[in-house]
């Protein structure tokens, strides 16, 4: 069997590479087999990647156990929470771009046969997916696995109890509690945010184990995937099973009918956006409403609920959802997985474990999806919303505009108590190209949940959410203000329309004012940054597409 790592082994020509090679240690036995990159995002500052290296030994125990060569390297890897609210978060989303180039760069320098990944929060786990996709070498996926919630804390709950301080409803001492009990363990943080939504997709879309999206960082059943995955990667070579036999319209529908099941993080759909980008694979905003409409959404995961991935876990986890939504027909079970088996029968023997936490089709939370993307002239190419976290009360809701040139003076505001009920927070300038980086805002929206104003205040930004936010958070704006999108001329005081059921987001402000104040009203300034975030802005398209390179 020809191997691609060939090219820089065989031969007397490459004597001077194998030198290199047997400088690290490799044999001239280990240079016969396969070379297997295991690209891990471990570093020390991230509590859902500092046991990553952990992680890495076993997959690398299980490549050798099937007669491969693991040789690993690392990527970057930012925190949504430490860099939440600050310049930082303006470096979150711009990384899933390098660590993507990145990979690309060190794969084709240096011959891999196969790859195993191994990633863990917001933006690796998407980056790596368009890198597998892109560079197209048989791939699998192992996460590093969700933190524990302890007394049905987690990371959301810190900042919706410093909205509670701030409004005099909790105690310093009772803050500090909180703040002690959110973040128990390593691991993505325990919700249906961002990252756990992703790596439950990584498992729906078929490019990792069964468990992977849910079994618990802690778990020793955790180990024991990684060392299958190393082992698995041996199969994928031998059978010639790449990303792209994997990753293809039918299976992108599995993972967004999962996605509307489960409630996921909005930020799935800027996410699998890009991916299909690099996969070369239609994606239609307004397709997700199609899916919408003949999903029912199954679980609600914290913030939608009070369970969390431990719970969907014992449930059965993300092939017991799929097994559910089967019933209804809309899953595609002839696709290709990373278990070298077709999802037909990868499924064959699972069921739900647990009906109060993985509802049944014939008593859902309810008969439509978790996400909807809105329409209207406020977002002609679309806004997203996380639907199963939004009140009964707020789906259909009109309120008055209160408008900041930027999640900083919003935030402000919100703790001076100046946002009222009836309100409609319009946050801009912080999409892909306005920010520039397309902030994540918790902030904003824990503080209106955490003084228990998100049964009557509203928020829509061009800038995106956590997976951890709640309440009528709309986001991904489109087109953005630094665009010229009609975002950009909304006036304190404009009524503001959102209908939910019916998939509408509209300025109710008729055409002719609209016009004059496109003639009068003059765009924010556009900021001059140097280094990677201002060649970002020049090249990011807009949310719609993924804020992809262009």
């Given amino acids: 069997m020809e191997f691609n790592s060939d090219k820089m082994k065989l031969g007397a020509e490459n004597a001077p590479k194998r030198s290199l090679l047997k400088a690290v240690g490799l044999t001239d036995k280990q240079l016969k087999k396969p070379i297997i990159g295991i690209v891990n995002s471990f570093n020390e500052i991230v509590a859902g990647h500092m046991h990553l290296n952990t992680v890495a030994r076993a997959v690398k125990d299980g490549v050798l156990a099937a007669g491969g060569v693991p040789l690993e390297f690392n990527t970057i890897g930012v925190c949504d929470g ?62 590093g696995g969700a933190m524990l919630s302890i007394e049905g804390k987690d990371f959301n709950s810190t900042y919706e109890a410093v909205g509670a301080y701030k409004a005099g409803q909790i105690t310093e001492e009772e803050l500090s509690e909180i703040e002690c009990l959110a973040c128990p363990t390593c691991g993505s943080c325990s919700g249906m945010f961002t990252a756990n939504s992703m790596n439950c997709l990584t498992e729906a879309i078929g490019m990792s184990l069964r468990g992977n999206g849910t079994a618990p960082a802690v778990y020793s059943e955790r180990l024991r995937i990684a060392k299958a995955t190393g082992e698995k990667i041996m199969e994928l070579i031998e059978k010639n099973i790449r990303p792209k036999d994997l990753i293809n319209e039918k299976s992108v529908e599995n993972a967004l009918t999962v996605d509307m099941a489960l409630g996921c993080s909005t930020n799935t759909v800027l996410h699998l956006a890009a991916i299909c980008h690099e996969a070369e694979v239609g994606f239609d905003l307004s397709h997700l409403n199609e899916i919408s409409e003949k999903t029912p959404n199954l679980c609600r995961l914290s913030p939608a609920g009070k369970d969390h991935v431990q719970d969907l876990h014992r449930a059965g986890g993300v092939y017991a959802v799929m097994s559910e939504l ?100 319009v946050i801009r300038y912080e999409g892909p190209k306005g920010g ?115």
């Fill in 326 to 425: 089967d019933k209804l027909g809309i899953i595609d079970k002839s696709v290709m997985t990373a278990n070298g088996k077709t999802l037909d029968e990868c499924l064959r023997g699972v069921k739900v474990l647990d009906n109060s936490v993985i509802k049944s089709i014939d008593e859902p939370y309810s008969k439509t999806g978790g996400l909807r993307v809105l329409f209207g002239n406020l977002a002609p190419n679309g806004a997203v919303v996380k639907k199963s976290a939004v009140k009964e009360s707020m789906l259909r809701f009109t309120g008055k505009a209160r408008v900041f040139d930027s999640e900083e003076e919003a935030v402000g505001e919100i703790y001076r108590g100046g946002i009222k009920k009836g309100d409609v927070v």
């Fill in 82 to 143: 430490l860099a939440m609210g600050h310049e930082g978060m303006k470096y979150s989303l711009c990384t899933r771009e390098i660590i993507c180039d990145s990979i690309e760069c060190m794969v084709k320098a240096h011959c891999f046969d196969g790859l195993v990944f191994i990633p863990s929060c917001d933006k690796i786990v998407p980056g790596m997916l368009m890198a597998a996709v892109r560079l197209n070498i048989p791939s699998i996926f192992v996460c």
């Fill in 436 to 550: 520039p980086g397309m902030r994540e805002m918790l902030s904003p929206t824990s503080a209106i949940a955490g003084m228990g104003l998100d049964a009557d205040v509203a928020l829509i930004t061009d800038g995106r959410f956590s997976g951890a936010t709640r309440g009528a958070a709309i986001g991904h704006v489109s087109p953005e203000a630094r665009e010229g999108g009609l975002i950009a001329y909304i006036k304190d005081g404009d009524l503001i329309e959102i209908d939910i059921v019916n998939n509408l987001l509209n300025l109710k402000v008729d055409s002719e004012e609209i016009a004059k104040r496109k003639q009068t009203m003059t765009l924010k300034p556009e900021p001059d940054i140097k280094g990677y975030l201002g060649r970002y802005m020049k090249t990011v398209s807009s949310a719609d597409k993924g804020a992809v390179h262009q």
